[in-house]
């Protein structure tokens, strides 16, 4: 299987920057896409971003030309670049990839265990 491993996160200033990375492991064949997604306290999650294997991005509205999300195949990792923090920015962000296995040819859904991201005003 797929293994996402998380680091960054915590405690960030409103205004100020921080970076999460993922690195992604196991008997991959292929990964067709991967994103992160958050999830505040009372709401839905949602896809902060999203980059396919054709490297075509989308954002949601809320953290366009804030947030940049890219990826580097030779490390395997996912990064998601935070600029000008809000605390409505404030959730558990998740490293998420749809990804092929080298055993099994149905693409399968993979998280990661979750960073928390708080932003203080």
């Known amino acids: 299987q797929v293994h996402l491993v998380e680091s960054g996160g915590g405690l960030v200033q409103a205004g100020g920057s921080t970076r999460l990375s993922c690195v992604a492991s196991g008997s991959i064949f292929s990964i067709n896409a991967m994103g992160w997604y958050r999830q505040a306290p009372g709401k839905q999650r949602e896809l902060v971003a999203g980059i396919t294997r054709f490297g075509s991005t989308n954002y949601v509205d809320s953290v366009k030309g804030r947030f940049t999300i890219s990826r580097d195949n030779a490390k395997n990792t996912l990064y998601l670049q935070m600029n000008s923090l809000k605390p409505d920015d404030t959730a558990v962000y998740y490293c998420?990839?749809?990804?092929?296995?080298?055993?099994?040819?149905?693409?399968?859904?993979?998280w990661g265990q979750g960073t928390q991201v708080t932003v203080s005003s």
């Open positions: 998420h990839c749809v990804a092929t296995m080298t055993k099994s040819p149905v693409p399968f859904d993979y």
